[in-house]
T-cell receptor, first 114, second 113 residues
Framework: DQQVKQNSPSLSVQEGRISILNCDYT??????FLWYKKYPAEGPTFLIS?????DKNEDGRFTVFLNKSAKHLSLHIVPSQPGDSAVYFC?????????????FGKGTLLTVNP | NAGVTQTPKFQVLKTGQSMTLQCAQD?????MSWYRQDPGMGLRLIHY???????DQGEVPNGYNVSRSTTEDFPLRLLSAAPSQTSVYFC????????????FGSGTRLTVV
């Protein structure tokens, strides 16, 4: 049973517009959430995170929103740039009382068109 | 700083062969992990370590062994390679768990024939 779900395998947006990537989770024990970006033939790169005690975290063009009651989080990228084209993974931790094991979603391929 | 270094980058093995995937970090991170990425599956945790001498199993540990004799190194051993172990393997390290984010290596692409 998949505990972190990214239901959109791909997303295409125009340069300058907003990109919204979604993630749902089923395990209520998760208390920390992260987004990673991955380019082909490279390892994932940490992008932004949020603790379950917050509902929003911003870092430049990237904002993550957390809705605990809905077990849903989203990553907003504004404005989107062609260099943002990559696979984005949502990840969660806190299960089993640990903060060092990450459970990943399957990823969403974002394509930003010039 | 080199960050997290994985070797080799590519490897082809025959079924039944054994090998070790190397992982080294120079950031003095206590936490280290191994993940595998398969098409349509995201990344899945194989084994992890919270410090030298301490390791534990993740979600998909079967067929793999690890050890952590130093803070810097966390090798992953395939005991008897099987085609199902064809995957891309990522090593990651963190200072103190997920609140600091994990730094990933560039990966090892393994093919078992």
């Amino acid at each position: 049973d998949q505990q972190v779900k990214q239901n959109s395998p791909s997303l295409s947006v125009q340069e300058g517009r907003i990109s919204i990537l979604n993630c749902d989770y089923t395990n209520s024990m998760f208390d920390y959430f992260l987004w990673y970006k991955k380019y082909p033939a490279e390892g994932p790169t940490f992008l932004i995170s949020i603790s379950s005690i917050k509902d929003k975290n911003e870092d430049g063009r990237f904002t993550v929103f957390l809705n605990k009651s809905a077990k849903h989080l989203s990553l907003h990228i504004v404005p989107s740039q062609p260099g943002d084209s990559a696979v984005y993974f949502c990840a969660a931790s806190g299960d089993w009382g640990s903060n060092y094991k990450l459970t990943f979603g399957k990823g969403t391929l974002l394509t930003v068109n010039p | 700083n080199a960050g997290v270094t994985q070797t080799p980058k590519f490897q082809v093995l025959k079924t039944g062969q054994s090998m070790t995937l190397q992982c080294a970090q120079d950031m003095n991170h206590e936490y280290m992990s191994w993940y595998r990425q398969d098409p349509g599956m995201g990344l899945r945790l194989i084994h992890y370590s919270v410090g030298a001498g301490i390791t534990d199993q993740g979600e998909v540990p079967n067929g793999y062994n690890v050890s952590r004799s130093t803070t810097e190194d966390f090798p992953l051993r395939l005991l008897s390679a099987a085609p199902s172990q064809t995957s891309v393997y990522f090593c990651a390290s963190s200072y103190s768990g997920t609140s600091y984010g994990y730094t990933f290596g560039s990966g090892t692409r393994l093919t078992v024939v």
